[in-house]
T-cell receptor, first 114, second 114 residues
Framework: NAGVTQTPKFRVLKTGQSMTLLCAQDMNHEYMYWYRQDPGMGLRLIHYSVGEGTTAKGEVPDGYNVSRLKKQNFLLGLESAAPSQTSVYFC?????????????FGQGTRLTVV | AQSVTQLDSQVPVFEEAPVELRCNYSSSVSVYLFWYVQYPNQGLQLLLKYLSGSTLVKGINGFEAEFNKSQTSFHLRKPSVHISDTAEYFCAVSRTGGGNKLTFGTGTQLKVEL
């Protein structure tokens, strides 16, 4: 059981380039999330999805787009990367709200924009 | 909106000593409370959670936390730490019925020394 898998694990981009981060979960979770982690700031929610075909903005959505075409996948796109987007990105998934509310996290993608 | 404050960015402690990591939160609605641990270059792993019921919550690896509604706190404790507990610890909250979107504190780096 793989849980939440993120690809790639590392990436270096030049300013202005685009890329897509892939998140896949095999737990049949309804909810999926993208967070970014920056030193001294904890994790901040970028976008999230409450089901296939739905997406919504989180706390820091600017410069990112997402898609949830399949229930198990949640893609995070950067159309024109900027140095301010250098960060570690974490995907997470969870069941719908209930007594076993818990978010499961991937291993992270370390992105550097130069 | 919710917010989480972890006042201690770093906590050094000797092995076998007790430790307390502090977490305070602010919210106008009911929340669930979580502690996550992040080992170097890893994703986040759930230590424990408070959803309802007993205010003393026991988690993995000998950690426990107590929910104090009047002080809006959820401090994490361990009576005797081990070198392997060296990691970053994040306190987080989510609004009950709010789709499990987590708001994180800025993290506390626990460094256990011999």
């Amino acid at each position: 059981n793989a849980g939440v898998t993120q690809t790639p694990k590392f990436r270096v981009l030049k300013t202005g380039q685009s890329m897509t981060l892939l998140c896949a979960q095999d737990m049949n979770h309804e909810y999926m999330y993208w967070y970014r982690q920056d030193p001294g700031m904890g994790l901040r929610l970028i976008h999230y999805s409450v089901g296939e075909g739905t997406t919504a903005k989180g706390e820091v959505p600017d410069g990112y787009n997402v898609s949830r075409l399949k229930k198990q996948n949640f893609l995070l796109g950067l159309e024109s990367a900027a140095p301010s987007q250098t960060s570690v990105y974490f995907c997470a998934s969870s069941r719908q709200t209930g007594v076993n509310t818990e978010a499961f996290f991937g291993q992270g993608t370390r992105l550097t924009v130069v | 909106a919710q917010s989480v404050t972890q006042l201690d960015s770093q906590v050094p402690v000797f092995e076998e000593a007790p430790v307390e990591l502090r977490c305070n939160y602010s919210s106008s609605v009911s929340v669930y409370l979580f502690w996550y641990v992040q080992y170097p270059n890893q994703g986040l792993q759930l230590l424990l959670k408070y959803l309802s019921g007993s205010t003393l919550v026991k988690g993995i690896n000998g950690f426990e936390a107590e929910f104090n509604k009047s002080q809006t706190s959820f401090h994490l404790r361990k009576p005797s730490v081990h070198i392997s507990d060296t990691a970053e610890y994040f306190c987080a909250v989510s609004r009950t019925g709010g789709g499990n979107k987590l708001t994180f504190g800025t993290g506390t780096q626990l460094k256990v020394e011999l």
